[in-house]
């Protein structure tokens, strides 16, 4: 059967710049492109899992705007089932600005909009979608109490639930216990765990400090992302480190979303946390080599060819 993941998530219209480097405060800068794309690090994922074999279920809410029906067609493209994307008339479609320099280094501005105001209500509407899925996948780019009930109901129907903790915040005990997989960077890990990490020895500190915050049954992994020096992987039994695939990056706006709805499909499709982790890494690496963080969603055959 089909795998199924079910994404809780933020979905925006990036407006994509590229520059030689970032302007300094009160500086202006002539810029060499322009791309308007869609994106949003919900919507990302999903078509990064819908490309890569998964049958998709988006929750979430667009502006009644251009931007809004941009994303519905995208996502109608993508074969994913829009049935709990709400059209909300007061808020506009989420947007970000993201400056891309010369080596693929970004840096982004979100505007949440639509994208604050899925509610615990919209959650219990998509009930169904969530228990019957393989995978739950959540990002923290809409409100934490949504996440939470989500996550709730997949709990206890068995559903996996993974949460990709970016953009970086504290979170309560409430919502990590029910967590089956945490996919921070090494920022993020600081901010959940508390620990610097500036050291290999500090990464598996914090690692394994997260690994006793989350959910004490079922899979209980961190995957904690090191960019180019790969993957710490933190189970209840073992702590390994996955190295990289080097490839020349030209944009790493959306590795971090092709890593996570890769990983998602590939524990949807019932392979182990450790195969899982290399195919979501050889994503995010084919990732890089694109412009645009929704085109750079990879497919299957395009994984293949860097591997």
Sequence with gaps: MQPKVTVLGSANIDLVIRAKRMPNKGETLIGGAFDIFTGGKGFNQATAAARLGADVTFIGRIGDDVFGEMLRSAMDAENIDTRFVKTDAESGTGIATIVVEPDGDNSIIVVPRANMCITPKDIDTAED???????????????????????????DNGTIVMLD?????????????????LTPNTSEA????????????????????LQKQIAQDGLSTVVLTLGEQGVLLCTPSETTHIPAISVEAVDTTGAGDAFSGALATALAKGNNIIESVKFAIAAGAA?????????????????????
Aim: glycine share 2%; proline share 7%.
């Design 287 to 307: 990732a890089v080599t694109v412009l645009g963080a929704t085109p750079s969603m990879p497919t299957n055959e395009k994984i293949e060819s860097i591997v």
């Design 129 to 155: 979608s969530i228990a019957n899925a393989d995978v739950l996948l959540l990002q923290l780019e809409t409100p934490i109490d949504s996440s939470q009930r989500a996550a709730e109901i997949a709990r």
């Design 190 to 209: 600081t901010v959940l765990s508390g620990h610097e990490i500036n050291t290999a020895e500090r990464r598996t500190v914090a690692a394994k400090a």
């Design 165 to 181: 903790p970016a953009p970086a915040r504290s979170l309560p005990d409430s919502f990590l216990d029910k967590i089956d997989i």
